[in-house]
């Protein structure tokens, strides 16, 4: 069975930093790109960031560009997202998700995700 266990998170202040984990299971891991997804309670999911199969064809939304790093090892067959300078509105359950091979178009849709983890709370606080 394919696992998507998220790590890493927590509670920090504002400015600070936090640096979340996804260790996939149960697949081949470098033949799915993966994408965060993140989602404040009643609010719909936002997408976050995704990385290509190979570490390429990197892509952030515009809140967190410049401030969050999508990477991939996948040796370890892992995915992080280092965050940094992390704000109030950065606060919601960060969920990993492993995709489809998408163009361009279609990474930031959650459709084109079929294996997601459980997610990992982060809390900033002000």
């Known amino acids: 069975q394919v696992q998507l266990v998220e790590s890493g998170g927590g509670l920090v202040q504002a400015g600070g930093s936090l640096r979340l984990s996804c260790a996939a299971s149960g697949l081949t891991f470098s033949s799915y790109p993966m994408g965060w997804f993140r989602q404040a309670p009643g609010k719909e999911r936002e997408f976050v960031a995704a990385?290509?199969?190979?570490?390429?064809?990197?892509d952030y939304a515009d809140p967190v560009k410049g401030r969050f790093t999508i990477s991939r090892d996948n040796a370890k067959n892992t995915v992080y997202l280092q965050m940094n300078s992390l704000k109030p509105e950065d606060t919601a359950v960060y969920s990993c998700?492993?995709?489809?091979?998408?163009?361009?178009?279609?990474?930031?849709?959650?459709?084109?995700?079929?294996?997601w983890g459980q997610g990992t709370q982060v809390t900033v606080s002000s």
């Open positions: 998700a492993a995709g489809v091979v998408w163009g361009s178009t279609q990474r930031r849709s959650p459709a084109m995700y079929p294996y």
């Open positions: 990385i290509g199969r190979s570490g390429g064809n990197i």
